[in-house]
């Protein structure tokens, strides 16, 4: 955690939750938001649960009064048209977001995105006033096999080509080894730390120094209360994507609270 840099948790709930869990969830959450710090805190339900998620953060013109924000789990590149059980940005937007997640490696390994492809729904986000939150990360093979550098820096730099530096400037990254996702297997704070040096200097590669300095990168795999204060204490690990431990309020809030 930088001092320069406000850290943000988002609760990636991925495809789980009713209504009623979505609700109860999002009030237990905004109810001790205040608790956790100088923290960002952005809750990711299924895209039908959104505006539910919405009504119970009391959400008006992307602000609740908890200051907890809201963010989707993907969304298409295009405006609208025929796109059958797919999401446009702007809908997204329309609803109260303020983010989403783009190319989760469960969207690159199981629905076939491609760099390309998050690089597209990057640009549309962007468009669409939405704060993407670009993720990469190395598969298990390709980290014992020494690659984790070049699969790293093959996903942010073909993610985000063509983005300008003042809309770099605002995105939030998370480096998400495979491996650690689901698993229980977090990195090791220097394993996080040293892909998290290298993203950075990728973006400032694609930007600047300057810039690549102000931009949040998380850290996400298997994070849990027990193991965020040393992910935090890492100077270039700013905040973290929370897949499992999201979906339970005070585990969620303790997590916020190591950031915060
Ligand atoms: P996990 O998921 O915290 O359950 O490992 C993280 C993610 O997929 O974003």
Redesign the pocket.
Known sequence: MSTRRKSIVAG?WKMNLDAAKARSLTEAIAAGAKQTGSVDLVLCPPALYATTVAAALGLAAGVAPSGVALGGQNAHDKESGAFTGEVAPGMLRDIGSRYCILG?SERRTLFGETDATVNAKVKAVLAAGLTPIVCVGESLAERESGRTEAVVTEQVLGSLAGIPADDLATIVVAY?PVW???TGKVATPQQAQDVHALVRALLGRLSSPTVADTIRIQY????KPDNAAELAACPDIDGA?????SLKADDFLAIAKAFG
């Not at 996400?220 to 994070?223: E, R």
């Open positions: 990636n989760h998400e650690a996702i689901g996400g795999g298997s994070v994507l929370v897949g499992g431990a």
